[in-house]
């Protein structure tokens, strides 16, 4: 089953869980915001003709501290700039290139797993300002200006593109796979040509894209940052991606791979009060977890098969260095290795192939397999019985006793007392962490868990 989602990747995360001890809940609010454009300096709006006025009025008239009358010559709003201002704004020369604007238009992090907007950014704001600078100035001047504009994009290009492909491809190749790093790399600056080459093909074919032209706000045409948002608009249905070659992956699956990263790496598998159980049921989630990254319809299947594999193949690298760290302690003489044995892995397995089986039997029903999945490890490890006597991690079985109500853990003076503890149950954390990523990987709430009580368990 293929997911038809829009990406989340574009707006906030808004499906957080409401999860209390004893009346167990989970809320799911999708309000989404239409907002593309995201900036530090304008915070999350657009570039509107007010903004792009007030800025290039306080550059010109930048006001002193140790002016006396600086508080009344304040100016908060567009209308109280001068008339005489506003009149000559068409007939400013610019006699230098304003990087600020540059740097406003390119304000976003590059770490920020919406690769496919960032490049529609970088290679707009390329466009707008290459053409600001050829159309403002000549010579030695403008070739000077031309090599810095250069240097600045393509750096932030391969910062973006280095930045992916170590951290998907890395993870792919750590776990089993060879070449990705630099398939990942190749995908991502192939498509940022690709952005520059249709933007450019657009700004020529469409010469007032802004609708500027002979307009009393045709100043605005000067301003890079204003300028590469309404090129973004206007050419927004000529950059999609188109003919992605076996070769390259989408902006859009890389980015989902790297929060499905993410999500690996924030998987605590080993709980200190765990069991077999406890760990076959993370590594179950996960699995849901990497079934829901590859029903994307957004994620090639080649791609979600090497992700299912390095993610089996990052499971067992886990589980394997736990009990390599355990049976290293086996020799101390303080070490009592019956009552603390290296983790038993078919036990593990045994909970997260019924979480998987739970799945195909319900027809990729979620909510029930995640259900059934934990009533399965807690009855599982509720009926373990040991010949030389219960282990540690069975016998004192708080994990599991606290799992789904911890009250009487945290009815105790002493955490009544501390503030800012983390009071969640494990199904609370389990719950909310699902339905994070799940939002994040879907952009719907439709498949996050909602539980009114206890009745479900």
């Known amino acids: 089953m293929r997911i038809n989602s829009s990406s989340s990747l574009f707006y906030s995360r808004n499906c957080f869980s409401s999860i209390q001890n004893k009346n167990l809940r989970t809320s799911a609010v999708n309000t989404r915001s239409n907002v593309v454009i995201d900036s530090l300096y304008g915070g999350n709006k657009e570039i509107t003709k007010e903004d792009a006025l007030m800025y290039k009025y306080w550059q010109e008239n930048p006001l002193s501290i140790f002016d006396k009358d600086a508080g009344s010559k304040m100016i908060h709003d567009v209308s109280q700039i001068p008339k005489e201002y506003m009149d000559n704004l068409n007939n400013t020369e610019i006699t230098e290139w304003d990087k600020n604007r540059l740097n406003y238009a390119l304000d976003f992090s590059i770490m920020d797993s919406d690769i496919d907007t960032n490049l529609n950014r970088l290679a707009a704001t390329y466009i707008t ?16 200006y031309r090599k810095e504009l250069e240097s600045i994009v393509s750096g932030i290009s391969e910062k973006i593109a280095n930045h992916f492909s170590q951290k998907v491809g890395d993870f792919l190749e750590e776990n089993g796979l060879q070449n990705e790093t630099q398939k990942i790399y190749d995908s991502i600056m192939s498509e940022y040509h ?12 469409n010469k007032d894209y802004a609708h500027l032209k002979n307009s009393e706000d045709r100043w605005l045409v000067n301003d890079i940052a204003y300028m590469s948002q ?11 991606n188109q003919g992605l070659s076996d070769s390259h992956y989408s902006l859009e ?3 989902f791979a790297s929060r499905m990263v993410d999500e690996v790496n924030q998987t605590k598998l080993f709980s200190s009060l765990g069991n077999e159980e406890s760990v076959g049921m993370e590594v179950g989630v996960l699995l849901l977890k990497t079934k829901l990254f590859s029903e994307n319809e957004h994620v090639s299947e080649g791609l979600a098969s090497k992700m299912t594999s390095s993610i089996k193949g990052y499971i067992r690298k886990k589980i394997d260095q736990e009990n390599n760290r355990i049976l290293d302690m086996y020799d101390k003489p303080y070490y009592d290795k019956d009552r603390n044995p290296i983790y038993d892995i078919s036990a593990i397995y045994a909970v997260s192939d019924r979480f998987l089986s739970i799945y195909q039997e319900n027809q990729n029903d979620y909510h029930k397999t995640i259900l059934e999945g ?5 009855s599982r490890s509720d009926q373990k019985e040991f010949s030389k006597g219960f282990i540690d991690r069975y016998k004192d079985n708080k994990y599991w006793d606290y799992f789904f109500d911890n009250s009487a853990v ?5 955490y009544q007392a501390v503030k800012g503890y983390d009071s ?3 199904f609370a954390k389990l719950l909310e962490s699902w339905n994070q990523f799940s939002f994040d990987i879907t952009g719907s709430d439709r498949y996050c868990l909602e539980f009114n009580n206890r009745s479900y368990i």
């Open 374 to 378: 934990i009533k399965f490890a807690q």
């Open 424 to 426: 969640r149950t494990e």
């Open 230 to 240: 309404q090129l973004q608009k206007a050419a927004a249905e000529k950059t999609q």
């Open 410 to 414: 945290f009815s105790s003076k002493y």
């Open 194 to 205: 690709k952005k520059v080459s249709s933007y450019t093909e657009f700004a020529e074919n």
């Open 253 to 255: 699956e890389i980015s």
């Open 129 to 144: 300002t290459l053409e600001h600078l050829e159309t403002n100035f000549s010579g030695e001047k403008l070739e000077n």
